[in-house]
């Protein structure tokens, strides 16, 4: 999948989008979230009953994901996000009055996907709520990948 912002064309492999969907919904479905959310991705239950996960099965979950982007029921970039990369190849997100800095290329995608999510969520979460609920999003993400040094 390639999508542009800011003038600037980026490209994500459509199982890897999955697989951070997939990251997403854990981080909300297991309660590692900071306030309580109703958030799960239907599209990615089928998954979570496998007892052991193939690659043919994200595959198929891709395929999924594929078809709710197309019918546009889906989507990670929220209207009025601004990307820029930093000199170390990191990049500042900002939406609004949100601002996240130094975002790694792994998180980036995952981190937009919780932003839009969240964006979208019913009731409606305050800004100030999103900020708190990411930057803590962001620092799970960051000691789960030290836990098992990735």
Same mark, same amino acid.
């Given at each position: ?27 909300? %479905? ?111 993400? %960051? ?8």
């Amino acid at each position: 999948m390639e999508f542009i912002l800011n003038r600037k064309k980026y490209s994500i492999q459509n199982h890897e989008l999955y697989i951070n969907y997939l990251m997403v919904d854990n981080y909300f %479905r297991h309660h590692y979230s900071k306030y309580d959310y109703d958030i799960e991705f239907d599209f990615i239950t089928p998954i979570l009953s496998k007892d052991k996960v193939e690659f043919e099965d994200i595959l198929e979950g891709t395929k999924d994901l594929e078809e709710l982007i197309e019918k546009e029921q889906i989507s990670f970039i929220a209207p009025g996000l601004r990307i820029d990369e930093t000199s170390g190849n990191n990049f500042n997100i900002t939406y609004q009055d949100l601002k996240f800095e130094n975002i790694h290329v792994g998180e980036a995608i995952p981190l937009l996907i919780a932003l839009n999510t969240l964006l979208n969520y019913k009731p409606i979460v305050p800004l100030m709520q999103i900020k708190e609920e990411l930057d803590n999003f962001i620092e799970k993400f %960051r000691s789960y990948n030290q836990e098992h040094d990735i």
